[in-house]
C-alpha cells in the first residue's frame, strides 16, 4: 500500500506564490496533482513521471506552475506562481503504482493524499 503525505495549502492573493509537496512511502511509476474547485469535477493539473521526469500539465496552468520530482525521496512538488481566484480547490496528490496504467489517465490513479486546500482571493 502507497501512502501519500501532502503539506503546502494555504490561502495566497492573486499574483501570488505557494508550493506543495507530496510524499510517497515508496517509488511509484508516477505522481501527480489534481484539484477539485468548488462545483467542479476534480481534474489533472499536472504530472510527473518517475524515471524520465516527462511532464504534462493543463493548458490552464502551463507556464504558472512547475511540478518537480526527488527520487530519493519519492517526494513531488508543485509550485504554484502567479495564482489566480480560478486556482482555488483542494488538491491532492496521487499516483499511479508501477505496472500501472497510463499516466495521463486519472482513472489509472489508485493512491490518493488526503488533500490540501488552496484558496486565492481576488
Known amino acids: 500500500q502507497v501512502q501519500l503525505v501532502e503539506s503546502g495549502g494555504g490561502s495566497v492573493q492573486s499574483g501570488g506564490s505557494l508550493r506543495l509537496s507530496c510524499e510517497a512511502s515508496v517509488n511509484t511509476a508516477c505522481m501527480g496533482w489534481f484539484r477539485q474547485a468548488p462545483g467542479k469535477e476534480r481534474e489533472l493539473v499536472a504530472r510527473?513521471?518517475?524515471?524520465?521526469?516527462?511532464?504534462f500539465y493543463a493548458d490552464s496552468v502551463k507556464g504558472r506552475f512547475t511540478i518537480s520530482r526527488n527520487r530519493t525521496k519519492n517526494t513531488v512538488y508543485l509550485q504554484m506562481n502567479s495564482m489566480k481566484p480560478e486556482d482555488t480547490g483542494m488538491y491532492y496528490c496521487?499516483?499511479?503504482?508501477?505496472?500501472?496504467?497510463?499516466?495521463?489517465?486519472?482513472?489509472?490513479?489508485?493512491?490518493w493524499g488526503q488533500g490540501t486546500k488552496v484558496t486565492v482571493s481576488s
Open positions: 496521487a499516483a499511479v503504482g508501477w505496472g500501472g496504467n497510463s499516466c495521463s489517465v486519472q482513472s489509472s490513479y489508485n493512491y
Open positions: 510527473i513521471l518517475s524515471v524520465s521526469g516527462n511532464t
